[in-house]
């Protein structure tokens, strides 16, 4: 449910393309100005979001063993217990 109110001035060009869309589209101008505003600005921070989550993660990861690994040292090992 919208529950926002605001008022936009718009030059005659832009208004024009907005009205068109907005007919091609079968919907409102409102309609096609919240739909640019939302993929304009809400995909904006999700992306940030998943990439400030993506750092976290990494931060926390183990990291690579930087040595060779002897394979054959950790079965035999593994076959202790």
Known sequence: MLTKRTNILFDDDLWNLLTNVARKEKTS???V????VKNTYSE???SKRRT???????AIRP??????IDYKELINYGRKY
């Not at 400030?52 to 990494?58: D, G, M, S, Y």
């Not at 990291?63 to 060779?68: D, I, L, Q, T």
């Open 63 to 68: 990291k690579p063993y930087p040595g060779k």
């Open 29 to 31: 101008v409102g309609e």
């Open 52 to 58: 400030e989550a993506c750092k976290r993660i990494l």
């Open 33 to 36: 100005v919240r739909k640019a």
């Open 44 to 46: 904006d921070e999700v």
